[in-house]
């Protein structure tokens, strides 16, 4: 048995996942099925280093007090086009965010996108 567990809990962007689990799998003789598509998907869609994203997730959230980490992280790893994918995202939050604040989110998402 593994002697690792859960020390905590928190929300990465796939980019800070992709790194993560390549780290780990240099650690492992053979991958497990998952492990190996998981990864695969990673590399085909994680374009952006672990750091923009951490950064996408910081501004984000300092464009409203209304936005949980965990949506910023959705929004880091979307990287929403325009004002309605920000919607889509925002569909079944409680917090409802003005015009300006998810223009600005679109903002954000624009200077990265690749």
Not at 60 to 78: F, G, N, P, T
Not at 92 to 105: C, D, M, P
């Amino acid at each position: 048995m593994s002697d690792r567990g859960v020390l905590q809990v928190k929300p990465v962007t796939m980019y800070e996942a992709k790194a993560i689990l390549e780290r780990e799998l240099e650690e492992i003789e053979e991958p497990v099925y998952e492990q190996k598509i998981c990864l695969d998907y990673l590399k085909k869609f994680a374009r952006l280093t672990p750091e923009e994203g951490r950064r996408i997730v910081e501004e984000v959230l300092q464009v409203s007090d209304k936005i949980r980490e965990e949506v910023a992280v959705k929004i880091a790893d979307l990287l929403p086009a325009d004002e309605e994918d920000v919607r889509a995202i925002f569909a079944k939050e409680r917090a409802i965010l003005e015009k300006s604040e998810i223009a600005k989110i679109v903002e954000i998402c624009a200077r990265y996108r690749k």
